[in-house]
T-cell receptor, first 112, second 116 residues
Framework: TQLLEQSPQFLSIQEGENLTVYCNSSSVFSSLQWYRQEPGEGPVLLVTVVTGGEVKKLKRLTFQFGDARKDSSLHITAAQPGDTGLYLCAGVGRTSGSRLTFGEGTQLTVNP | DAGVIQSPRHEVTEMGQEVTLRCKPISGHNSLFWYRQTMMRGLELLIYFNNNVPIDDSGMPEDRFSAKMPNASFSTLKIQPSEPRDSAVYFC??????????????FGPGTRLTVL
């Protein structure tokens, strides 16, 4: 079973601060996705990273896939209250076909 | 585009009762996924279908759970008999292409199930 561990589990910060969320595994993934989930809704895809070492930017969000494709990070610059939500990483294993393995999530709260 | 539609949004039932959750995927998507989300275990894949055929049901917890996809526009997840530990939010997701590693899964709003 491939496991993804996210840290921290909970994060409460003030508006304007920077933060980084980590997603780690001992397994290699073919690709890794980051989702954001708001209360009462399903997760929404933010980004997919496929190549080891890949860096993708989405406005104030920067996503990085580790060189060995075992880990990833999400960095948010100048966080805003609208960034509040549950951030989930999900990996596609080399032999798992179409199934995604989700991390437990990081609950981010940005206080105004 | 209506997105993935799930019904009901909320279900409260008593232990031992049968529960049926429904999902309508996005038109044209040919992969469908059922997930369960709890505080303790996070988001877990239960089963997924490609072209209406079950591909991987290894996440289905036990025989009390069953899923069907009679056609490309409808799927059900049934729990019989239900137990309090089945209380969770159940999500359905669909995807446009089968087998693509980086394809996006589109999630429905979920069904919050409470078994008393």
């Amino acid at each position: 079973t491939q496991l993804l561990e996210q840290s921290p589990q909970f994060l409460s910060i003030q508006e304007g601060e920077n933060l980084t969320v980590y997603c780690n595994s001992s397994s290699v993934f073919s690709s890794l996705q980051w989702y954001r989930q708001e209360p009462g809704e399903g997760p929404v895809l933010l980004v997919t990273v496929v190549t080891g070492g890949e860096v993708k930017k989405l406005k104030r969000l920067t996503f990085q896939f580790g060189d060995a494709r075992k880990d990833s990070s999400l960095h948010i610059t100048a966080a805003q209250p609208g960034d509040t939500g549950l951030y989930l990483c999900a990996g596609v294993g080399r032999t798992s076909g179409s199934r995604l393995t989700f991390g437990e999530g990081t609950q981010l709260t940005v206080n105004p | 585009d209506a997105g993935v539609i799930q019904s009901p949004r909320h279900e409260v039932t008593e232990m031992g009762q049968e529960v049926t959750l429904r999902c309508k995927p996005i038109s044209g998507h040919n992969s469908l996924f059922w997930y369960r989300q709890t505080m303790m275990r996070g988001l877990e894949l239960l089963i997924y279908f490609n072209n209406n055929v079950p591909i991987d049901d290894s996440g289905m917890p036990e025989d009390r759970f069953s899923a069907k996809m009679p056609n490309a526009s409808f799927s059900t997840l049934k729990i019989q008999p239900s137990e309090p530990r089945d209380s969770a939010v159940y999500f359905c997701a669909s995807r446009p292409l089968a087998g693509g590693l980086s394809d996006t899964q589109y999630f429905g709003p979920g069904t919050r199930l409470t078994v008393l």
